[in-house]
């Protein structure tokens, strides 16, 4: 299947700084990416859609100006979280839009903001 | 997006088959039914997908019965290694649209010794 990898696997940071995770399409290209975030012990949440070469669609609820999705190319999209604090701290998933029925996701990538 | 209810956990011993059942009551004409693995830690892995009565492949067997309204997931003889949370969603992957997944509350499976 699809293979998509996210990077970093895990990130301790200080509040007020900012994170960048990359999700890459290793062996296709991409058109569409999405972002979840997965709190603990709770199911994922789709928090936006990243699409290349245009702007990202957010799902009601999460801010775009904090949560800065770029695409810039077919392989690669980067969810950076801006001026994180403590209750931003979440397990943050990718997947790809393949042209196959099912999704691939990334890794995930675990934040910790202390 | 169709709703899913399924149950919130499942516990289960090694060697044993494990049905998790997956309540989709509005589903529609278009939407397949797919299911996913989660370890902690990890991000979901596709474990199988179906339209309608029965699909198999090496790790699991997915029934669908005529209505639609309901599928279940069959693990057979399942070891430790199957305890993950297993999530059942419903949309129209064929258009794609799929990809954009709603996700439900999942069931959490326990295997053990």
């Known amino acids: 299947g699809a293979v998509v990898s996210q990077h970093p696997s895990w990130v301790i940071c200080k509040s007020g700084t900012s994170v960048k995770i990359e999700c890459r399409s290793l062996?296709?290209?991409?058109?569409?990416m999405f972002w979840y975030r997965q709190f603990p012990k709770q199911s994922l949440m789709l928090m936006a859609t990243?699409?290349?070469?245009?702007?990202?669609?957010?799902e009601q609820g999460v801010e775009k100006d904090k949560f800065l999705i770029n695409h810039a190319s077919l392989t690669l999209s980067t969810l950076t979280v801006t001026s994180a604090h403590p209750e931003d701290s979440s397990f943050y998933i990718c997947?790809?839009?393949?042209?196959?029925?099912?999704?691939?996701f990334g890794q995930g990538t675990r934040l910790t903001v202390v | 997006l169709a709703k899913t209810t399924q149950p919130i956990s499942m516990d289960s011993y090694e060697g044993q088959e494990v049905n998790i059942t997956c309540s989709h009551n509005?589903?529609?004409?278009?939407?397949?039914i797919t299911w996913y693995q989660q370890f902690p830690s990890q991000g979901p892995r596709f474990i199988i997908q179906?339209?309608?009565t029965k699909v198999t492949n090496e790790v699991a067997s997915l029934f669908i019965p005529a209505d639609r309204k309901s599928s279940t997931l069959s693990l057979p003889r399942v070891s430790l290694s199957d305890t993950a949370v297993y999530y059942c969603?419903?949309?129209?992957?064929?258009?794609?649209?799929?990809?954009?997944?709603?996700f439900g509350g999942g069931t959490r499976l326990m295997v053990k010794p």
């Open positions: 509005n589903i529609a004409t278009n939407d397949y």
């Open positions: 969603l419903v949309g129209d992957t064929a258009n794609n649209a799929g990809n954009m997944l709603t």
């Open positions: 179906g339209y309608k």
């Open positions: 990243s699409n290349e070469g245009s702007k990202a669609t957010y």
């Open positions: 997947s790809a839009e393949t042209g196959a029925t099912e999704a691939f």
């Open positions: 062996d296709f290209q991409a058109t569409t």
